[in-house]
C-alpha cells in the first residue's frame, strides 16, 4: 500500500468519536445541493449576498439561510462592509473534499457506463 494512503487511514483510525461526529456534521452541511452551489459560486472570490443571488438564481431568504448555517459551521467565513456581508470559503479543504468527491462520483458512473455496455 502507498505510504501517502497508509498516513490517511491512520489518520481516520485515531479520530476520536468527537472529533468523527464533528466531520459527521460537517459532510451533512455539505451534502445539500444548494449549498454547494453556493460554495462554487465563493471558490475563487468572496462575494456578497446579492452578487450570491444573482449567481445561483436562488432567492435571497434561501441563500442568507444556507450561508448563516455554513458560517456557524466554519465552512465559510464573512466580513461586514457597511450593509453589505461578504462571504469566502473558510478553508480550501472544503475545494479538496468536494474534487475528491467528484472524481469518486465520475469514476463510478464509468465503472456503470461500462457495466450496462458490457450487458448490451
Known amino acids: 500500500m502507498p505510504r501517502k494512503l497508509i498516513k490517511r487511514i491512520s489518520h481516520v483510525e485515531e479520530m476520536t468519536d468527537e472529533k468523527l461526529k464533528q466531520v ?25 449576498v446579492q452578487q450570491i443571488v444573482e449567481e445561483t438564481k436562488m432567492g435571497q431568504a434561501n441563500v442568507s439561510k444556507h450561508l448563516s448555517l ?16 461578504y462571504y469566502r470559503l473558510a478553508d480550501d479543504s472544503i475545494l479538496e473534499i468536494c474534487k475528491i468527491a467528484s472524481k469518486g462520483v465520475e469514476r463510478n458512473l464509468l465503472t456503470k457506463l461500462r457495466q450496462m455496455q458490457g450487458s448490451v
Open 24 to 48: 459527521a456534521a460537517q459532510f451533512r452541511i455539505l451534502g445539500e445541493p444548494a449549498r454547494l452551489k453556493i460554495l462554487r459560486t465563493i471558490c475563487s472570490q468572496e462575494k456578497n
Open 70 to 85: 455554513m458560517y456557524e459551521h466554519g465552512i465559510v467565513k464573512r466580513r461586514k462592509e457597511g450593509i453589505n456581508c
